[in-house]
């Protein structure tokens, strides 16, 4: 088995057909409700556990981790999206959790984000809606975090995994792409 073979499917972009190969995941708006309900769910788990747990090297893996993904801008100079924003996002969402102190859990919020991948990218292509501030939203997940207020947390955390999945399926509803086989593609 290849290194792509191994990898790809657990990441969520490429689906194995047996004896035919690999194809891209489908686009499906029951996928993209399932995982996002699926994310934070089990996100928000890990992060009440995380706050109940975490001590102070968690918190300070938190505030390095944000503020490295702070200091990288998310686009580059043509607006295109940059992908050591996507690692440090990643980084930072696996820092809230990672104070659970549950390495199933933590085995399973990952797989998560990362079958979330193609969809954000999806999200970024295709959705016009740049009116979110992320920088804002990741800063409040740090401070409620920090300051240990569960409930806030994970209200912010669950608004905050559901705001792209929920444009992207504005975006396919509003073009016609409810029933779609395939990635999206912008209208002509």
């Known amino acids: 088995m290849t290194r792509a073979e191994e990898v790809l499917p657990k990441r969520g972009l490429v689906v194995a057909r047996p004896r035919r190969g690999f194809r891209m995941r489908e686009f499906s708006i029951e996928d993209i409700v399932g995982l996002t309900e699926s994310r934070v769910e089990i996100e928000s788990v890990a992060l009440r556990l995380a706050i109940e747990r975490g001590d102070v090297r968690w918190e300070t893996q938190i505030v390095a981790a944000h503020h490295l993904l702070e200091r990288t801008p998310l686009v580059d100079d043509n607006g295109k999206y940059r992908e050591e924003w996507g690692v440090r996002h990643d980084d930072f969402h696996q820092a809230l959790t990672a104070g659970c102190n549950n390495a199933r859990l933590q085995e399973v919020v990952l797989g998560l984000r990362a079958s979330a991948q193609l969809y954000r990218r999806w999200w970024w292509a295709l959705a016009t809606d740049r009116c979110r501030d992320p920088a804002v939203e990741h800063r409040q997940l740090m401070d409620l975090t920090l300051a240990r207020n ?33 990635p999206p593609r912008q209208a002509d």
């Open 150 to 182: 569960a409930d806030a947390a994970v209200e912010a955390l669950a608004l905050h995994i559901k705001q792209a999945p929920y444009q992207l399926i504005a975006y396919a509803h509003e073009h016609g792409l409810d029933d779609v086989n395939g």
